[in-house]
């Protein structure tokens, strides 16, 4: 049976005299895909930044692990924003080999000719795969993922997300996903955190299953269709 991974207890957010999020608790374990869902404001960022302890806040968060990866929202990762250096210079600040890196790269299906090129030289889905390489190169416990694919198209936004999938699987990572896209909870998730203002609903499938994907559906562990078990309570 997985373990814990994650544990908030009375969780409560309170921003320029706002109240974000009140007496929040729930459950993550290694391995479970926790999609967090809600409307613009609810305070999902501010979830993920208190976890993280960015962000002052009153209850109780344990993590399991400290190896815990953090990409947060796409806006605020803007190439124009980012220093002039290669790829290749970029992935110099991570303390690992260059054979990681090229390992890495070809995990995320990357070119290891990109590695010779500006952050400005990539398109939209190469530095997506750029970013989520980055994420990788800690060998992290946990992913922590904040709308993801924001300002990308639909097409690419299912292939970073089968690429996602793929790696929690060869990986076993734990991953937490802030995202506005329903059709991601269905083909991903097994947990799924509603939060709305200082409310909040929390969905568990009641069968440990994995998902295959969109064309298959959800499978138990054993491969067979869930079928009917899985429900969300």
């Not at 946990?142 to 089968?162: K, N, P, Q, R």
């Not at 793929?166 to 083909?187: A, C, G, M, P, S």
């Not at 069968?207 to 499978?219: A, H, K, L, P």
């Amino acid at each position: 049976m997985a373990k814990p991974i994650l544990n908030v207890k009375k969780l409560n957010v309170l921003l320029e005299n706002e109240k974000i999020i009140e007496d929040l608790s729930f459950e993550v374990k290694e391995g479970d895909v926790l999609v967090i869902l809600g409307p613009n404001g609810a305070g999902k960022t501010t979830l993920l930044k208190a976890l993280l302890g960015l962000i002052p806040y009153q209850g109780e968060i344990v993590w399991a692990t400290k190896n815990i990866s953090y990409l947060p929202p796409q806006e605020l990762i803007q190439r124009k924003y980012l220093p002039p250096m290669t790829i290749e210079e970029f992935f110099a600040f991570k303390d690992i080999s260059k054979e990681k890196i090229f390992e890495i790269f070809k995990e995320v299906g990357l070119d290891l000719s990109l590695l010779k090129r500006s952050f400005g030289a990539l398109s939209t889905g190469q530095f997506q795969r750029m970013i989520i390489a980055w994420a990788l190169a800690g060998e992290p416990d946990v992913l922590l993922f904040d709308e993801l694919t924001y300002g990308i198209d639909v097409g690419a936004e299912e292939t970073i997300y089968s690429l996602l999938h793929k790696i929690w699987l060869q990986r076993n990572l734990t991953i937490l996903l802030v995202t506005h896209d329903l059709n991601v909870t269905y083909e991903h998730a097994n947990n799924v955190l509603c939060l709305k203002k200082i409310q909040f609903y929390l969905f568990v499938l009641h069968c440990d299953c994995r998902i295959s994907g969109s064309q298959s559906g959800r499978r138990a562990n054993d491969g067979s269709p869930c079928g009917n078990s899985c429900m969300y309570q």
